[in-house]
Structures are given as structure tokens and as C-alpha cells.
């Protein structure tokens, strides 16, 4: 049989093999090898629900649901099916919605990831926002996909999870059709759905065996010597349950017909039976294989033959998995199986009641079992069972030493739950990867209180002024991610490389004193610290902190005025990352920015697209924004105005103004830089009298020069757009003369260009002067710093340089061949002039714009349309989000002085 699992399957281009060392592993729908009882009548519902909006169905377990799925699978392998195999840690909103969102992006590339980000699904989210965000996600895709969740009775405790799917079957998009399988009845509105007939269900009645199946499974399980009277007497007390019938049959196999006297249908008897007729019928060393290795969640020979001391534990292992019920094996790796769960809750049961002795000694075998293969989640799985918190303690520290230092804080944060009110806490090497996770995951507040509990404590493991410095080291990476504004100002963190330079978390120290000089404008130093933490970092296996120092060293790089330098860095990085992992994250943002910088923007779209996914609460804040704006940069230069305009609303979301007002200022600049070039001049406006650009003009702050801070450079910047769009050039121009006479000393070049080239093109000197200019700034900063950055974030730089090559100035080649049409001055000219609103939307849209325009209500533009009220604020949305405006004001201000073309212009 296939397997489904998050949308791949063998044979298909997207399916990949399983890691044996995956985090979580997965519920696998399984392969049966012996040929499964197929059962027509139910597969043809399935294939006649999936064109509905929902199939639902519920049955308790053993009654043959994802056996039925699977089955109907087969059917047609080729079909596009997402499936999701639920757990209960799947309750969280945000695991939840980030695995259906894989999912579906496994069959469907078109899935639009800049649409619903990790970010959706935070803790402010409601159900609406999170359905619309899914919704516009899936817009694009053109087939249908059916999303098939397993075990749905896991989501029951999170409302918001299941109000989601309400709003998806309610106003589903196009592509999706959903299968839910449950043990119970999930909490969705159906009413409606049965009314309009977008629902089939399937029941226990369904799912029961009929005399005639019955039969058939007689047969196939080998046993064709029971008699119709029986066979009917035990579908009378089984109720038609598979499991029952399979146990009952399988005990029949071994001890004649007459066994099944004893049988009583229910769940609870048919264990016990399981316990007396079936289990003991096998040979001793099958039963205890059995009883022993149901400590396992999933097994393989040659853990069974060191841990259980067994010998030819593979072969009695397919022996078992033959019979479809003890053993079923897993599709993703040859060799491994698991039990039921049904069953092996019954063996674990009966395990403890007869060799309780036995069950640490077996837990701490596994432990070094999978130690040994470097599987440090299920090593302590069994740890935490063996009744030996050394041993437990031992491997937390392994474990956690080398998730942070590979940068995997999911890992660890799976084990936090676990370990709150534990002892464990005291030790050095399990509080501080556990502290910098959290402070990294942003759970500042429980950060916060483990770190004072750290520091109370005392020196448990280490020396008192080890145990002094890294309390320091804490307290500074806490302040510097949950309020980098404060954090500028600190100079103490030299101190804390002073004392720290003997201990582990010296080239973290280097990092953060890299990373607060990269905030103080002072690229030279920032390099330096950066270098050598990278050296140190190197040397102590730390990848995902060496990576971060290089994605430091790029930035410098590049505001240095090295592009070529920070480009082949970068890379070179690149090529040689590993295919997972955070490191990966990071060397694929320095790759997005430099793919920018060489104008290859579809490129650097694309790997934005991969990256949004990634990016979560646990990412870097520079990360993030790094990712966000140039995608929201790229995508404007494009064409993709409205999606760009939707991302950067996303960026603002995930800002916090207390603490990231670095990044405010970035997104104020480029929202305002986005809406001129738009020719949204009233939409410029507003956005800077919303960022208190105005107040900030007449309060004189630009009157003279100031300290430099790169928030201010980028309030600067952004006011300068606002005045060049409204004609107000002096005023502009004397603004980025203040900002020039800042930045000069801090060595910040490309910063300096984007300064001097909007200056210039603030004067009004015939065209003649463009020659005069580009000599002026190719001699002061160099040709080789004029990258796509320049274009974008002086506009009008294209024309002028375009004019000054007319005048006789020279490019290179390579210059040419990388920016030149850029410099063609037509194509910038198109960028500038204002489009025709009705030509972005829909005929459906401009004929709720003009009914907009002409002062209809919401209640008016439904009846003028004939759609419902919750439609037409849908496509108000649409509306609005495409012609870059908030509201229904804003829509019209846009077509004030234009008039708006009639029905089929």
C-alpha cells in the first residue's frame, strides 16, 4: 500500500525518504503485506464525498477508518490529497496551521506562502483572521486538493482550531475539499451543510462488517473453517467492530471454534480476551517480544535482539506484522513497525502487571540503544522512564548543548513542560541552552523567572564566578531581545567579554557586541567582533551562532561599501549549507538580499516564498525584517503592488514599536517610497502624518544635524518621499543635507550614496547637471556600490544615470549587463505614472467600485450586485488590499479628479 503522509507518497516527485532521527515522529498510515479486505460500497462514498465540501467520519478506534482512507487512496494514486496524522500536540494552533500549510504546499506549489505566515496563527489571532489569511493563501490554486485529517478527536480542547475549519467550510476556497476522520464527533456547524448537500458521513453503523465481509475476512485471515452460525453470532456481540472480529478469528486460528465461547464484543472484554486466548496462545519468546517491546513507539530487530536480549527479533517481527493486527509496519523505513495503539496500551498494561522490575532496566537499554544512533528525543523518552534522573540529566545537557549549537530550539522547547519544577534546572548545562531558547522564542516573562530562579540558586555545577558571568551573559541577551531600544545604549557587555573570555559563552559575548555596534552605526567595529566570534564559534561546533556572525559580516560588508566581498561570501555559504536546520534559514536570508542587490529579483522572490514558512517567533527580529522588506521590495519592482502592500501590513503586524524601532523606520520609509511610486500621493500622505513625520517637520527636528541612529537615517528618508511627492524639493533637500553631515565618520557607504543620490535629485538644475552628478558619485563612493538598493531607494537614480551615459559617461559591461534596464529611462517612467484603479480589478470588483464611488452602503453594493452582505465585504477587502488603500474613504480619494469608466469600458 502507499503511504500519505503531509502529502507525499512513494512514487510521487515530491516524496521524500524519512529521517530516522526526525523530532516527532509522525502516525504513519501503514503497509500492509498481506492483501487487505477491500470494500467497494464504502470506497465509492469516499471517491462521491471528496467533490464535497466535507466527508466526515467517526467511528471508535479499530473500526477500520484509516484503513477505509487508505484503501480508498489506492484508488487513484495520482489523486492530490494532503494528509495529516494528528496527534495531541496538535492542539496548538500554531503547529497545527504551520503542518497544514506544509501539507497543502506539498500539492499545490501554487500555495501562496506570503499570504498565511507562522505569524498568523499568534497568540492576538482570532479564528477569522486566521481563515481569511488561509483562504487568500489558497486563492491561486487552480485543482482541487483534498485535505485529509486523521484522528481529528486530538483538536478538541482548541475552539480556535476547529472555528477555523467552520470559516473554511463556510466560505471554503475553491480548491479544498476536506476529510475528517474522529473517534468522536467533532464541534462543527453541519446543518448547513447537510442542507445544501456539501456533506456525506460515514458512521460506526457504516463502518460495521457485514456477514458477507465477515466472511471474506475469514478467508483472507486464513481460516475458512467457521461456521456461518458462528460467524453471525460474533458480528451479533462485536457489532460489526473489525478489531473484535479480527482477535476473535485470530483466536479461533490457534484454538479451534470452540475459543470463541468465551468472546464478548465489547472493548474492554475483547482486551482481556486478547490477553487470554490470543496472547497466550503464542510461543514464549513471541509473548514476551510482545509484552517487552511495547515500550517502544516504534521497533526494529536489532533493537529488540540488544535491548530485549532476544535473537531473530526481524524475523519474528514480520511473523507478527503478517497477521495485520499486533505489528504494522512503517512505510518510511524497511524493517521498522509499530503496534496498534489499541493493542499496545493492553501490552504495556500487562507488562507492568507481571515484570514491573523489568521496565527501568529495559528504559535504560533503550536509552543507550538509541544513543548510539545519535537519536537524542527518543533516548530521552526512555530516560525519563528509567527510574535513573543521572542518566536523564546526563543526556538533557548532550541534547541541549547540541540542539543550540545546531540551532534546533524546537527540540528543546519540547522538553521545557517537562522539566518546569525540576531540579534539573539547577544545572549550568540545561538552564542556559534552555534560558537563551526561550529568550529567543520571545517567552520573555517565563525567561525572566527561570533566569531569577538561575541566579538564586547559586553555583550548583560551576565555579561562583563562572556561575556570576553567566548570569551577566543572560541578563544582557534577555535585554537585548525584548527591547533592543534599551540595549543601544548599554556599554557594559565589554565588561562581560573581559570576564567571559575564559568560558563557553565568550564568542556569544563577541555576537552581541558585533550585533550592538551593527545598531550603533559602527560597521568597522561590528566586523571585527563578528570575525572572531565566528573564528571561536567555528572551533566549538557552534553552527547556528557562526552563521548568524556571518550574516553580521555580510551586512557590514555591504554598508561598508564591499558588495563583491559580501556577495561571494554569501555565496559561497550558500553552496555549501546543510538541506535542514536554522542555519539554513540564515544563509537563505543573506542569499535573499544579495540576490536583490544583483537585481535578480524573481529569484529572490522565490526564496522568499520558501523562507516565510520558516521564519516564527523563534527567528531573529533582523531575520524577519530582512526577509519581509525585500520581498515586499522585490515584489513591488515586479508589478505585485497589492501583494507587496499586503506584506509589509504583515511586517507592521509583527513589529512591536517599544522594541524594534529600527525596523519601523525601514517600513515607514518603504511604505511611503511604495505609495509615491504609486502615484498614491494621498496615501503618502497619510501614511507619514500616521508615522508623525508632520509633527516631526514642524517641531524642527531636521532643523540640524543630530546623533546618528539608523531609525532616524529612515524617518529622514521617509520624509524626504513625502516631500518629493509633493513637489516640496528644497524642503527635501535641505532634510538629506542634515542626514549627509551624520553619517559622515561612520563609515556607513552605501548608507552615504543613498543619502547624496536623493539630494541630487532634489536640485533643480537642467538635465545637463546628470554627467556632473554620477562623476560626482561614482568618485566619492565607487560605481561597484551602485546596486539595485540605489535604484529603489533613490528614486529617479535610473533616469539620471540613463541621461548622464547620454552625456557621454561610460558603464562597464558587467555593470550593463546586470542593471542596465534599469538605466533605460522609459522603463523608469512607467514605474511613476499613476495606474488606472478599475484596470487592477475584477469586472465583479469595478462594479462594486463604482457603486462605492456613486455612495452605496455595504446593504446597497449587495443588492446591487446580488450577492450576499459577508461577499461583498470580501471583495471590498479585495478591493482594497489591490488598490493600496485601508477603507472605503481611501478608495474614493483615489479617483478624485479621475472619472470612473462606465460598465464595459
Not at 237 to 264: C, H, M, N, P, V
Not at 561 to 589: E, F, H, N, V, W
Given at each position: ?62 473500526s477500520g477508518k484509516t484503513t477505509l482512507i487508505r484503501q480508498w487512496l489506492t484508488t487513484d494514486p495520482g489523486r492530490p490529497v494532503a494528509f495529516m496524522a494528528l496527534n495531541d500536540r496538535d492542539n496548538d494552533p500554531a503547529r497545527f496551521f504551520a503542518r497544514m500549510s506544509q501539507a497543502i504546499r506539498g500539492e499545490a506549489q501554487e500555495f501562496d506562502t506570503s499570504a498565511f505566515t507562522p505569524f498568523d496563527t499568534g497568540t492576538n489571532s482570532d479564528a477569522a483572521t486566521i481563515a481569511e489569511a488561509l483562504h ?272 534546533h530550539f524546537s527540540r528543546i522547547l519540547f522538553w521545557d513542560y517537562r522539566l518546569q519544577n525540576s531540579p534539573l534546572l539547577q544545572r549550568t548545562g540545561v538552564a542556559v541552552p534552555l534560558l537563551c531558547t526561550l529568550i529567543l522564542s520571545r517567552r520573555f516573562h517565563q525567561a525572566a523567572t527561570m533566569l531569577e530562579r538561575f541566579r538564586e540558586g547559586g553555583p550548583q555545577d560551576v565555579s561562583p564566578d563562572h556561575h556570576r558571568v553567566l548570569v551577566r551573559f543572560l541578563e544582557l541577551y534577555l535585554e537585548l ?190 511604505r511611503i517610497r511604495q505609495a509615491w511610486l504609486s502615484g498614491a500621493r494621498e496615501l503618502a500622505g497619510q501614511a507619514a502624518r500616521s508615522a508623525g513625520l508632520t509633527d516631526l517637520l514642524q517641531r524642527g527636528d531636521w532643523d540640524k544635524p543630530g546623533t546618528y541612529s539608523e531609525y532616524r537615517e529612515r524617518l529622514g528618508l521617509a520624509t524626504v518621499y513625502w516631500l518629493r511627492a509633493t513637489g516640496r524639493h528644497a524642503m527635501a533637500g535641505r532634510i538629506l543635507r542634515v542626514l549627509a553631515q551624520e553619517v ?162
Amino acid at each position: 500500500m502507499l503511504s500519505y503522509l503531509m502529502g507525499s507518497r512513494p512514487g510521487h516527485p515530491r516524496y521524500r525518504q524519512q529521517n530516522n532521527n526526525t523530532m516527532h515522529q509522525e502516525t504513519l498510515i501503514t503497509r500492509h503485506q498481506t492483501p487487505l479486505l477491500e470494500r467497494p460500497p464504502l470506497v465509492e462514498a469516499l471517491d462521491q464525498g471528496a467533490c464535497k465540501r466535507l466527508v466526515l467520519i467517526t467511528a471508535p478506534a479499530g473500526s477500520g477508518k484509516t484503513t477505509l482512507i487508505r484503501q480508498w487512496l489506492t484508488t487513484d494514486p495520482g489523486r492530490p490529497v494532503a494528509f495529516m496524522a494528528l496527534n495531541d500536540r496538535d492542539n496548538d494552533p500554531a503547529r497545527f496551521f504551520a503542518r497544514m500549510s506544509q501539507a497543502i504546499r506539498g500539492e499545490a506549489q501554487e500555495f501562496d506562502t506570503s499570504a498565511f505566515t507562522p505569524f498568523d496563527t499568534g497568540t492576538n489571532s482570532d479564528a477569522a483572521t486566521i481563515a481569511e489569511a488561509l483562504h487568500d493563501s489558497m486563492a491561486p490554486i487552480s485543482h482541487p486538493v483534498i485535505l485529509i485529517l486523521d484522528d481529528v478527536q486530538h483538536l478538541t480542547t482548541t475552539p480556535v482550531i476547529l472555528d477555523v475549519l467552520d470559516r473554511l467550510l463556510e466560505q471554503p476556497p475553491k480548491c479544498l475539499h476536506l476529510v475528517l476522520s474522529s473517534r468522536s464527533r467533532p464541534a462543527l456547524k453541519l446543518s448547513r451543510l447537510r442542507v445544501e448537500q456539501q456533506l456525506t458521513e460515514l458512521t460506526v453503523r457504516d463502518l460495521r462488517f457485514s456477514p458477507q465481509e465477515a466472511e471474506k475476512l475469514c478467508h483472507t485471515l486464513g481460516n475458512p473453517a467457521v461456521s456461518s452460525n458462528t460467524l453471525d453470532h460474533l458480528l451479533r456481540i462485536t457489532e460489526g467492530w473489525i478489531t473484535g472480529l479480527r482477535l476473535a478469528l485470530l483466536a479461533a486460528q490457534e484454538k479451534g471454534e470452540e475459543a470463541l465461547d468465551a468472546f464478548s464484543g465489547n472493548q474492554p472484554e475483547v482486551m482481556a480476551y486478547f490477553g487470554d486466548m490470543v496472547l497466550q496462545a503464542l510461543p514464549d519468546s513471541l509473548r514476551s517480544l510482545c509484552l517487552q517491546s511495547s515500550l517502544f513507539d516504534r521497533m526494529t530487530g536489532s533493537l529488540c535482539d540488544q535491548v530485549l536480549k532476544h535473537t531473530g527479533s526481524a524475523l519474528m517481527l514480520e511473523h507478527l506484522a503478517r497477521q495485520e493486527l499486533f505489528l504494522m509496519p512503517l512505510d518510511h523505513d524497511p524493517g521498522w513497525y509499530r503496534f496498534h495503539p489499541l493493542l499496545r496500551e493492553f501490552l504495556q498494561t500487562r507488562l507492568t502487571m507481571e515484570s514491573p522490575a523489568l521496565i527501568p532496566v529495559l528504559h535504560r537499554r533503550a536509552t543507550h540503544w538509541w544513543l548510539s544512533r545519535s537519536d537524542y528525543h527518543q533516548a530521552l523518552k526512555h530516560a525519563e522512564n528509567s527510574d535513573d534522573p543521572t542518566l536523564l540529566g546526563d543526556i538533557i545537557e548532550t541534547a541541549f548543548g547540541l540542539w543550540s549549537r545546531e540551532g534546533h530550539f524546537s527540540r528543546i522547547l519540547f522538553w521545557d513542560y517537562r522539566l518546569q519544577n525540576s531540579p534539573l534546572l539547577q544545572r549550568t548545562g540545561v538552564a542556559v541552552p534552555l534560558l537563551c531558547t526561550l529568550i529567543l522564542s520571545r517567552r520573555f516573562h517565563q525567561a525572566a523567572t527561570m533566569l531569577e530562579r538561575f541566579r538564586e540558586g547559586g553555583p550548583q555545577d560551576v565555579s561562583p564566578d563562572h556561575h556570576r558571568v553567566l548570569v551577566r551573559f543572560l541578563e544582557l541577551y534577555l535585554e537585548l531581545f525584548q527591547n533592543d531600544n534599551r540595549f543601544i545604549g548599554r556599554d557594559d557587555y565589554e565588561e562581560l567579554i573581559r570576564q567571559s573570555r575564559h568560558y563557553d559563552v565568550f564568542p556569544l559575548s563577541l555576537c552581541m557586541a558585533a550585533y550592538h555596534h551593527l545598531q550603533h552605526a559602527r560597521p568597522e567595529q561590528a566586523l571585527d567582533y563578528a570575525s572572531r566570534a565566528r573564528e571561536v564559534l567555528k572551533q566549538g561546533g557552534h553552527h547556528f551562532m557562526m552563521d548568524y556572525a556571518g550574516l553580521i559580516i555580510a551586512l557590514c560588508n555591504r554598508s561598508l561599501g564591499r558588495p563583491r566581498q559580501a556577495t561571494r561570501d554569501i555565496q559561497d555559504a550558500y553552496q555549501k549549507m546543510p538541506t535542514d536546520g536554522a542555519a539554513r534559514t540564515l544563509r537563505s536570508t543573506a542569499m535573499v538580499v544579495a540576490l536583490y542587490d544583483q537585481n535578480h529579483l524573481s529569484r529572490a522572490c522565490e526564496l522568499c516564498g520558501e523562507l516565510l514558512p520558516k521564519l516564527n517567533k523563534a527567528s531573529a527580529i533582523e531575520v524577519i525584517a530582512s526577509v519581509y522588506l525585500t520581498y515586499a521590495r522585490c515584489l513591488f519592482a515586479l508589478g505585485y503592488k497589492d501583494k507587496a502592500t499586503h506584506i509589509l501590513g504583515k511586517l507592521e503586524h509583527i513589529l512591536e514599536p517599544e522594541k524594534n524601532r529600527r525596523f519601523i523606520g525601514h517600513l515607514i520609509a518603504e511604505r511611503i517610497r511604495q505609495a509615491w511610486l504609486s502615484g498614491a500621493r494621498e496615501l503618502a500622505g497619510q501614511a507619514a502624518r500616521s508615522a508623525g513625520l508632520t509633527d516631526l517637520l514642524q517641531r524642527g527636528d531636521w532643523d540640524k544635524p543630530g546623533t546618528y541612529s539608523e531609525y532616524r537615517e529612515r524617518l529622514g528618508l521617509a520624509t524626504v518621499y513625502w516631500l518629493r511627492a509633493t513637489g516640496r524639493h528644497a524642503m527635501a533637500g535641505r532634510i538629506l543635507r542634515v542626514l549627509a553631515q551624520e553619517v559622515s565618520g561612520t563609515g556607513l557607504v552605501t548608507r552615504a550614496l543613498t543619502i547624496d543620490a536623493n539630494e541630487w535629485l532634489t536640485r533643480t538644475e537642467p538635465t545637463g547637471s546628470s554627467r556632473q552628478a554620477m562623476d560626482t558619485l561614482i568618485q566619492k563612493h565607487g560605481l561597484h556600490n551602485m546596486t539595485r538598493n540605489i535604484f529603489d531607494e533613490a528614486p529617479g537614480f535610473g533616469e539620471l544615470l540613463a541621461t548622464a551615459t547620454q552625456q557621454g559617461l561610460v558603464l562597464p559591461d558587467s555593470y550593463r549587463s546586470m542593471y542596465g534596464e534599469l538605466v533605460d529611462t522609459t522603463a523608469r517612467q512607467t514605474n511613476t505614472v499613476r495606474p488606472d484603479p478599475f484596470s487592477l480589478l475584477t469586472s465583479r470588483e469595478q462594479e462594486i467600485y463604482r457603486g462605492l464611488l456613486a455612495g452605496l452602503n455595504n446593504t446597497g453594493l449587495s443588492e446591487l450586485t446580488g450577492t450576499t452582505l459577508s461577499t461583498t465585504k470580501w471583495h471590498l477587502k479585495n478591493i482594497y488590499s489591490k488598490l493600496g488603500v485601508s477603507n472605503r474613504t481611501e478608495a474614493v480619494l483615489l479617483m478624485s479628479g479621475q472619472d470612473a469608466p462606465g460598465p464595459g469600458a
